[in-house]
């Protein structure tokens, strides 16, 4: 495990029922194929030495011997790998046959762990054949030539990494109580499943959302190997099922009812699962119960060290990384955009109608944030059935503003029907130039700075005068860089954008140029999405274009978030995130969608690592600023706010956090 990935795969080999060579042949032939592509654990269908089908036969004493004879030979084959093969057999333990997964490493048995649940009911008659785990008494038998110690308790196997998984075969997962929750909670960051599901009508997408749901209530990787072509078809069919999970996500799953054999394998993040659960304190308190029952012999744990591989390889990130992980990975865009939106919109209509507000002042500048921040004024009005007269939209020209962004700003607030203030602050800024003693030529921070903080002396001014509310337009990007003027635009009394990335507004404001806005409006809001983004702070070039563009200034916007995303939602260091923004941004180069005409096509290592170092200086350097923000909404798994998500002294230094990120 390195990165904090672990390889995995799920096999379904072919097989021959009651051909325990051929089938051992079939395991090795997938095992060799995994060991080669660097897997570390790979799991197989239940029963899948002897076939899960085999019926009576499974009392016939050669069979059972046979099946004893061919672990032997597996064990022969992985004593020179490293990789931990699951294999199921039956399993003869004094007057009990149980229905096992073996766990194989370098020529050893690990353990064996035996089916806790058996189904008998329908097709099923498994305890015909099968005792349940439930049935045994702790012993020590003798088995392939090893002595296994046989327990009801529940194994956790862990690497001499810290890793630790968990076995639990088909039914269980089934049942009410899966041992896979007892797994979860004692450590176990993966869980193997080794099955025999047969086909029936809509059987697939209940299996499916069951995974999906306990791997996400466990917060593990979930590993499913379930039997294929070459079980009796007498009664039913196995359509084979490959699937593996991580936290309720599908990472790869195989092809059903294929003819051949097949294998499925992902990198699982295990760090990613540690850090969700470490975040997640309903899951450490019914970690504390387990614990409580661990010490009053309710139930036992029996932890199994694994050997450490000889070999190591060099590590490859081989899973795909969405290079914009705060956009919603749905293919109703449309329907995750309206739920945004209605987030946002509840949040502003419940602070008006507390307040008793008839007004709501924003200033637009035509600019991505401050559109965003109107729509939904606008979206919330309609919604409370308010005249939009009482959305006061207020332009600010300064020394910046391009005729592009205001004529923007006027046209969008004219069309969507709103009240319409222009005020210059270019009389007022200079005065104040004077009184300070400000040399206009020198473009300093204190020349941005004071224009921000005029802008929002006029909007608080006017929201007292109208008896409104100043609706803020900063976004969770520009709080997560600093990117805002203390006390200017950082200030509001309602913050509507503040959990929303930069990457994801662009998407929200072309969701309502596309959905049924007015012909101007939709011209409007489109060219906005094309402008570069800028405070516009800093006078206009020789032809009236941008000159100040942010991006150029603190780096490309869905750097940034893709940083932020993972620092803050699971605690990624410097290094694990830049090696998942490479596989983002480096290997998607020509195919990568852009969201914007101003993107690059992609990022070479030394940019990614540029921006990342001013990503880590900026965000630990202008904690200050999100400490003290106005309310607003969470709209993502990811917010700033210092009463919510974010706590974080204002004088934390950053010192480890840039050094790894030195030493890329």
Not at 43 to 58: A, K, R
Not at 240 to 251: P, V
Request: aromatic residues 10%.
């Amino acid at each position: 495990m390195k990165y904090g990935f672990m390889k995995v795969a799920s096999a379904i080999p072919a097989v021959r029922v009651g051909d325990v060579i051929f089938n051992i042949q079939k395991i090795e032939e997938q095992i060799i194929l995994a060991e080669g592509k660097g897997v570390e654990v790979i799991t197989f269908p239940e029963l899948s030495l002897t076939g899960y089908t085999c019926q009576d036969l499974f009392r016939q004493q050669i069979l059972l011997e046979a099946t004893e004879q061919s672990v032997m030979m597996l064990l022969d084959f992985t004593r020179k790998l490293d990789i931990i093969a699951i294999v199921g057999a039956p399993v003869v333990a004094g007057d009990l046959l149980l229905n096992c997964a073996i766990v194989i490493q370098q020529g050893q048995i690990l353990g064996i762990v035996p089916k806790t649940y058996l189904p008998n009911y329908s097709e099923f008659y498994e305890k015909r054949w099968f005792a349940s785990a439930q049935d045994l008494r702790e012993q020590e038998i003798r088995f392939a030539g090893h002595k296994v110690k046989l327990t009801p308790d529940v194994q956790l196997f862990r690497t001499f990494d810290g890793f630790q998984f968990g076995v639990e075969i088909c039914e269980d997962v089934w049942a009410p109580a899966p041992p896979s929750n007892k797994l979860a909670l004692a450590g176990a960051d993966i869980i193997f499943n080794l099955s025999a599901t047969d086909e029936l009508i809509g059987k697939n997408s209940y299996l499916k959302s069951l995974l999906s749901q306990q791997s996400a209530r466990t917060i593990t990787g979930y590993v499913y190997s379930s039997c294929g072509f070459g079980e009796s078809t007498q009664d039913v069919v196995y359509g084979g099922n490959a699937l593996i999970y991580e936290n309720g996500a599908l990472l790869d799953e195989s092809e059903r009812f294929s003819l051949e054999a097949q294998m499925v394998v992902a990198q699982i993040d295990v760090e990613k699962l540690r850090s969700e659960r470490r975040t997640n304190s309903t899951y450490v308190n019914a970690q504390r119960n387990i614990k409580y029952s661990v010490l009053n012999k309710q139930f036992g744990i029996t932890v199994i060290d694994t050997h450490p591989a000889e070999n190591v390889r060099d590590f490859v990130l081989e899973r795909e990384v969405n290079p914009h992980p705060f956009i919603p990975a749905t293919t109703d865009m449309k329907a995750s955009c309206e739920e945004i939106f209605n987030i946002q919109v509840m949040g502003l209509a419940k602070r008006i109608v507390h307040t008793h507000a008839k007004t709501v002042v924003v200033g637009i500048s035509g600019g991505l944030d401050s559109t965003l921040a109107l729509l939904v004024c606008v979206k919330t009005f309609d919604k409370l059935g308010m005249n939009r007269k009482g959305i006061i939209g207020v332009t600010m020209p300064g020394f910046g503003t391009t005729d592009r962004t205001y004529n923007n700003a006027i046209t969008l607030m004219e069309s969507l029907g709103i009240t319409i203030r222009e005020i210059s602050i270019a009389k007022a800024v200079t005065q104040h130039f004077e009184d300070i003693g400000h040399d206009m030529e020198v473009h300093d921070v204190t020349y941005e700075n004071s224009q921000a903080r005029e802008r929002t002396q006029i909007l608080m001014d006017l929201a007292n005068q109208c008896g409104g509310m100043v609706i803020g337009t900063g976004d969770l990007s520009e709080l997560a860089l600093g990117w805002a003027t203390y006390n200017g635009d950082h200030m509001s009394m309602y913050g509507v954008n503040a959990s929303i990335p930069k990457t994801l507004i662009r998407h929200l404001v072309n969701y309502v140029a596309e959905s049924g806005v007015d012909e101007q409006s939709r011209i409007t809001l489109q060219d906005i999405i094309d402008t570069p983004i800028s405070p516009e702070l800093i006078p206009a070039d020789e032809n009236g274009n941008i000159k100040q563009k942010t991006e150029d200034l603190v780096g490309p916007y869905e750097l940034h978030d893709f940083f932020l995303y993972y620092f803050l939602r699971f605690g990624f260091r410097p290094s694990k995130i830049f090696l998942l923004a490479k596989k983002a941004f480096l290997e998607t180069t020509g195919e990568r969608v852009k969201i914007s005409d101003n993107d690059p096509d992609f990022y070479d290592e030394e940019t990614i690592k540029k921006w990342l170092k001013t990503f880590v200086r900026r965000f630990f350097n202008q904690q200050f600023k999100r400490s003290c923000l106005p309310d607003g909404p969470k709209v993502g798994s990811v917010s700033l706010s210092p009463r919510g998500d974010w706590r974080m002294p204002s004088d934390a230094t950053s010192t480890i956090w840039l050094q790894e990120a030195e030493s890329l």
